[in-house]
């Protein structure tokens, strides 16, 4: 801790260094652009809309005559090509370039597309083509807006070609793969150097190597951020690895959501988040070594134009398709000193616009690792490998064979009662690594800059050692899988009697943890993503099990960094997704509130005023931008109570709930938070302002949702999420709040205490029954094992918190997300019983008040603001005992289930015989 913070104290000077790249010769496609036809009197074409039917294209076209030319073509839906009359080929896929060899092009030439868009919904049906003609190294011609067009192929019809965009732009998103790059450099270390520090960026992602090794212990070593805001930089204690004389650097670079580029075809890419902030610099590098020396601190050698490159044995690199390396490219010594290859120079790049920042919580590291538990042969040279738990992670693979055998391994976390991998979660597209072996003796191939969410692995072309291989396939005498998540350290520990509640937990923190990536993602594997909802309804859950205020922190930076001018914040940060703020999906009120309840309950946790501060101008923009088109006090619709449950129908939008209550239920929570932040951070204009408001939300919140008679919110036919919401955000009458709280009981008791709620409503169903004194029904709830439980998913052999109640394991469902994990909070804070008095900031006031429901013991602690809390209690007889370690300072009320008076103590050890 001390080395933390001197280095804080006594920072590394202004980057100084050039920024550098390598050439990327790029593809003539990206120079064209999207094109579509107006006719006369329709609306003129664009990104977000195009009229469904047939429009015929042409261009004429010189040629190196007698020799053949590559046409790429890609189109919405699909198109038809001739040239000079001859078919050239037909394009089916607006995701990917199609690419056909020509005949033998005459001096001039014509090209003639058909291109079709299909039927959509209005106002919402794009249509394009874009093509490219290429002749060796010379473009012959790209689509533009100088080509011709018509309704029918002869011309009779003429209308106007409107260029739409560029190949790049979204919704189609159309960027040809850029092979990663390695770079190097040598440098002289002087003698007396004492301690040496590097900091460095490398975008998309990189690896850095000095003398041979490599630098830190973490993985997926370039945090994810708004690029376009703000771009963190690492650094590392390089001491150990110095030598005096000759040093070098090597560094692999790879992808990320720097650049995100369409995979070749039957690859997987989330269509709807492939952004670019590149600017055509894929491949971006920036490094500085200071050391301490007699003369003091001195900058010993930086990026510039000494640096060199080549083209990595890494073949193809991208966040979501993943990995393909050919080890017969690799150069042996590159990242050491006396290489000698004649490696051409790096360019010097213009600097990104982003604020420089410097990386300050955990990086992702490699925690627990598995062996394969079962090897499935599926056909000669597939096998499926089975491990013991579903999570985000990577295979290390250790094998042996010919030069030039090609591996493929495919992650999913799903497998039929067969033995058959299935990525059904991809759309029907894959997730795979590639590895050809360079030969001559035993390999080990690790994934570099690709993780997954996965359990179950496809193995194609080897086979395990001490198996039958006829086909002298490359044999796999090793393998591991190793799971990676932020390495924060563990904060809380629970274990209870109920061998189900214990499984809960460990179900849950799965979850939790494989989605703990640079940013909270939603699922490891098919999008990655930082959806926000679970910023804020989960960090409770998460803060008590690990220590993520600093993770926490870096999150609401990413926030404030994507959050648009308005004050609206968007359904992800950093802002990825290529959407309209128009689509729910892009902004829903209940999840960018994450951007005003998260730093509150940060601040709530720690004490810390600094991240409320920093995001208090953030919060005020956000609530205000709902005012703004909320005149008759009602929040805009959105997603809702997502994934909700017990209605029959499919997972998806909110059925029992209106979507305008919960999102009205969130605005008011946000009014209420930024009230209390104005309060610390003595803003009493802004703390009268907003609990003002709070108090016409509600007012126009009963006026709408609640009835005074039934005590009842706007439902359809589940009160659950509506009624638990209202609580929470103080929008029920006072003297109603108890028959309120009684009607979600009697709604679960008549469901056999089935929960209805979904990803939103979840956990303030917890709360509105934990704070009525009701944890006995959520004992009920939560000692079911049927469909639509917690037990339920365990029946199912899963290892990690699936998407939906209902566990689907066949279609998209996502099987490792943690967003209806809240009962995590409850373990801790009410079966455990460790919580916060009311009131409370940073744990100086702490009630201890188990609820044990039929159990017979439990035991837990939490590693606090304060410092560490542990409780252990346990029935005894009729009688009930409860034991309690706490930090000198903090103030603590044991509050036992059976009515006893409440006990007051202070730190130390204390037992408690009821």
């Known amino acids: 801790m001390l080395g933390v913070v001197l280095a804080l104290m006594n920072p590394l000077p202004a980057w100084q260094a050039d920024w550098i790249t390598v050439p990327t010769p790029g593809s003539a496609i990206e120079r064209a652009s999207w094109v579509w036809a107006q006719a006369p009197g329709e609306p003129v074409p664009s990104l977000e809309d195009a009229p469904a039917g047939v429009r015929w294209f042409r261009k004429s076209f010189a040629a190196n005559p007698g020799e053949p030319a590559t046409l790429a073509v890609a189109a919405d839906n699909r198109a038809t090509v001739w040239i000079n009359g001859e078919k050239v080929g037909e394009a089916r896929d607006w995701a990917a370039t199609s690419r056909f060899r020509t005949g033998p092009l005459r001096q001039n030439n014509t090209i003639l597309v058909r291109a079709e868009n299909g039927k959509g919904v209005p106002g919402g049906n794009p249509g394009g083509l874009i093509a490219a003609i290429e002749q060796g190294d010379k473009t012959l011609a790209v689509s533009d807006g100088s080509w011709s067009s018509s309704l029918d192929e002869a011309s009779e019809r003429a209308t106007k070609t409107v260029a739409l965009g560029p190949a790049a732009s979204a919704p189609w998103s159309l960027r040809e793969p850029s092979r990663p790059p390695i770079l ?27 003398n041979g090794h490599k630098v830190g212990g973490d993985v997926l070593d370039q945090p994810w951020s708004q690029y376009d805001r703000a771009i963190y930089w690492r650094e590392f204690d390089v001491t150990g690895l110095l ?11 790879g992808a990320s959501f720097w650049r995100v580029e369409r995979p070749p075809a039957g690859r997987y890419a989330k269509g709807d988040a492939m952004p670019d902030f590149s600017e055509g610099r894929p491949w971006m590098f920036r490094l500085e070594l200071w050391v ?18 080549a083209p990595s044995p890494i073949l193809f690199s991208n966040v979501y398709a993943g990995e393909d390396v050919d080890a017969r490219l690799e150069s042996s010594g590159w990242d050491r000193p006396g290489f000698r290859a004649e490696w051409p120079s790096v360019t010097v790049a213009r600097a990104p616009k982003a604020e420089l920042r410097r990386q300050n919580w955990p990086g992702i590291r490699v925690h627990e690792t598995w062996s394969p538990e079962r090897w499935i042969e599926r056909r000669p040279g597939v096998w499926s490998v089975v491990f013991p738990q579903n999570a985000s992670g990577l295979v290390e693979t250790r094998l042996r064979g010919k030069r030039g055998a090609r591996v493929v391994l495919v992650p999913s976390e799903v497998m039929t009662d067969k033995g058959e991998v299935q990525q059904l979660n991809l759309w029907n597209a894959e997730a795979s690594c590639a590895y050809t072996l360079r030969g001559g003796g035993a390999e080990t191939w690790r994934w570099r800059f690709f993780t997954h969410g996965f359990r179950y692995v496809e193995v194609r072309g080897a086979v395990p050692a001490g198996r039958s291989n006829p086909q002298g396939l490359p044999v796999i005498e090793g393998m591991r899988m190793m799971h990676t998540r932020v390495a924060m350290a563990e904060a809380g520990a629970f274990a209870c009697s109920s061998d189900l509640y214990n499984r809960t937990h460990a179900l849950i923190d799965w979850a939790m943890r494989s989605n703990a990536s640079h940013v909270l993602t939603d699922c490891p594997h098919r999008e990655k993503l930082g959806w926000l909802e679970c910023a804020h309804l989960l960090a409770p859950s998460f803060l008590y099990r690990y220590d993520a205020k600093t993770w926490f922190a870096k999150i609401a930076r990413d926030i404030r960094d994507a959050q648009a001018p308005d004050g609206r914040i968007g359904t992800v940060a950093p802002r990825f997704l290529q959407l309209p703020y128009s689509s729910p999906y892009a902004y829903t009120v209940e999840w960018g509130a994450a951007g005003v309840l998260m730093p509150w309950t ?26 703004s088109v909320s005149p008759d006090g009602i929040a805009p619709t959105g997603l809702g109570d997502w994934y909700d449950y017990g209605h029959g129908n499919p997972p998806g939008p909110s059925r029992y709930t209106p979507t305008d209550l919960t999102s009205t239920a969130t605005w008011a929570m946000c009014a209420q938070a930024l009230a209390k932040a104005a309060d610390v951070l003595e803003k009493p204009d802004d703390a009268t302002r907003y609990r003002a408001l709070h108090g016409r939300i509600a007012a126009s919140f009963q006026a709408k949702f609640y009835d005074p008679v039934t005590k009842t919110c706007a439902n359809r036919g589940s009160p659950q999420t509506a009624n638990a919401m ?38 303030f169903l917890i709360r509105a029954l934990a704070e009525a004194g009701r944890s006995d029904v959520l004992h009920k709830v939560y000692s079911r094992t049927g469909l639509g439980s917690y037990g339920g998913i365990l029946a199912k052999g899963l290892t990690t918190l699936p998407e939906s109640w209902d566990a689907l394991t066949v279609g998209s469902n996502s099987l490792n997300h943690c967003m209806l994990g809240h009962a995590m909070e409850w373990f801790y804070g009410w079966v455990l019983g ?20 039929s159990l017979s013991w439990a035991k837990g602690h939490l590693a606090t603001a304060r410092g560490r809390i542990e409780v252990t209690w346990k029935r005894r007889g009729n009688g009930f005992d409860v034991a309690v370690t706490s930090p000198r300072g903090m103030a603590i009320r044991v509050e036992g289930p059976d009515g006893k008076p409440a006990t007051d103590l202070g730190g130390g050890r204390h037992r408690i015989e009821g």
């Not at 020396?293 to 060199?308: F, S």
């Not at 460790?834 to 429901?853: D, H, K, L, M, T």
């Open 184 to 210: 190097r450099r040598e440098f002289a270390v002087p003698n007396g150097v004492g301690k040496a520090t590097v900091r460095v960026i490398g975008l998309g992602d990189f690896e850095l190597r000095l």
């Open 243 to 253: 030598k005096p004389g000759a040093n070098a650097f090597g560094a692999f670079l």
């Open 292 to 309: 301490e020396g007699p003369q003091g601190r001195q900058r010993l050698v930086a990026t510039d134009r000494e640096w060199t490159w």
């Open 602 to 627: 940060l601040y709530e946790w720690t004490g810390d005023r600094s991240v409320l501060a920093q995001s208090y101008a953030s919060m005020r923009a956000f609530v205000d931008q709902i005012e």
């Open 726 to 763: 209202a609580l929470c955000a103080d929008l029920i009458p006072a003297e109603d709040r108890e028959t309120a709280a009684a009607i979600i009981v009697a709604n679960l008791e008549a469901r056999d205490y089935q929960q209805t709620s979904g990803d939103v409503g979840h956990v």
């Open 834 to 853: 460790i919580r916060q008095a009311p009131g409370s900031v940073g744990w100086r006031e702490v009630v201890v008040a188990p609820n044990p429901g």
